[in-house]
């Protein structure tokens, strides 16, 4: 497996190599201190596996630069590493169509645990991050006494969508999903197999015609309130 690891802090890329190689046995890990370095290595490696990049870095400027990398390597799955540990840029990461987010703050274990679950084909976000906000969205108080804000660009670029023609299970595994739960956790929770998740989820993107699984969390995380109420 390949897989291009881009931080200008050579601390990081040793500890991510670490955790990499507790998790695989053969890995061809190239390294990239700047976004050029990056670019030159994509493009001579299309067949990268997997690409963890920090957010900021020398000619890498947080989401513009992600949206340009996206752009030149569509298929290049991504993973944000990041000192941001706040949902919007959680949620502008999920915009460009990343199937990660892991805060550097995070411990080697939950490094480990979210690498596992995106090597499985899976896609890993900071729950506990998803949760604080959506604890703070449950205690806000009304609209009408509020200091108005301006709109975050998750909740300026979410499209409405029709979800009335959702059973009752794919609602629940929505709602689960944009608590930040795996599918084998939502499997747990639900008693279900972590197969029958994935078929219900499958059925939720094809009727709200989403293009990939990190679209269907941005989505889940995005109208959290709206879907447990209707649980």
Same mark, same amino acid.
Not at 84 to 93: G, K, N
Not at 96 to 104: D, R, S
Not at 144 to 168: F, G, I, K, M
Not at 192 to 221: C, F, P
């Given at each position: 497996?390949?897989?291009?690891?881009?931080?200008?802090?050579?601390? !990081?890329? +040793?500890?991510?190599? *670490?955790?990499?190689?507790?998790?695989?046995?053969?890995?061809?890990?190239?390294?990239?201190?700047?976004?050029?370095?990056?670019? #030159?290595?994509?493009?001579?490696?299309?067949?990268?596996?997997? $690409?963890?990049?920090?957010?900021? $870095?020398?000619?890498?400027?947080?989401?513009?630069?992600?949206?340009?990398?996206?752009?030149?390597?569509?298929?290049?799955?991504?993973? !944000?590493?990041?000192?941001?540990?706040?949902?919007?840029?959680?949620?502008?990461?999920?915009?460009? #169509?990343?199937?990660?987010?892991?805060?550097?703050?995070?411990?080697?274990?939950?490094?480990? /645990?979210?690498?596992?679950?995106?090597?499985?084909?899976?896609?890993?976000?900071?729950?506990?991050?998803? +949760?604080?906000?959506?604890?703070?969205?449950?205690?806000?108080?009304?609209?009408? !006494?509020?200091?108005? =804000?301006?709109?975050?660009?998750?909740?300026?670029? *979410?499209?409405?969508?029709?979800?009335?023609?959702?059973?009752?299970?794919?609602?629940?595994?929505?709602?689960?999903?944009?608590?930040?739960?795996?599918?084998?956790?939502?499997?747990? +929770?639900?008693?279900? =197999? =972590?197969?029958?998740? /994935?078929?219900?989820?499958?059925?939720?993107?094809?009727?709200?015609? $989403?293009?990939?699984?990190? +679209?269907?969390?941005?989505?889940?995380?995005?109208?959290?309130?709206?879907?447990?109420?209707?649980?």
């Amino acid at each position: 497996m390949k897989i291009l690891i881009a931080d200008d802090h050579w601390v !990081v890329r +040793e500890s991510l190599k *670490q955790v990499m190689r507790r998790l695989q046995q053969t890995l061809d890990v190239f390294e990239a201190e700047t976004f050029a370095e990056a670019e #030159g290595i994509l493009a001579q490696h299309p067949d990268i596996d997997l $690409m963890l990049v920090d957010l900021v $870095m020398p000619g890498f400027e947080e989401f513009d630069g992600l949206r340009r990398l996206r752009a030149a390597f569509p298929d290049t799955p991504v993973v !944000v590493i990041s000192v941001h540990e706040d949902v919007d840029h959680v949620m502008r990461s999920l915009e460009q #169509g990343v199937i990660g987010y892991i805060p550097k703050s995070s411990g080697g274990s939950e490094i480990e /645990r979210a690498l596992e679950r995106v090597l499985e084909g899976e896609v890993s976000f900071p729950r506990r991050i998803i +949760e604080r906000s959506s604890a703070a969205a449950a205690t806000r108080v009304p609209a009408s !006494v509020a200091p108005r =804000s301006v709109p975050s660009a998750a909740a300026s670029t *979410q499209p409405e969508r029709d979800t009335d023609n959702l059973t009752a299970r794919e609602r629940d595994v929505l709602s689960l999903l944009g608590q930040g739960f795996s599918v084998k956790r939502i499997a747990s +929770e639900l008693d279900l =197999s =972590s197969q029958t998740v /994935r078929v219900h989820l499958g059925n939720v993107m094809k009727k709200l015609n $989403m293009r990939d699984r990190s +679209e269907a969390v941005h989505y889940a995380i995005s109208n959290y309130e709206a879907l447990a109420e209707r649980g």
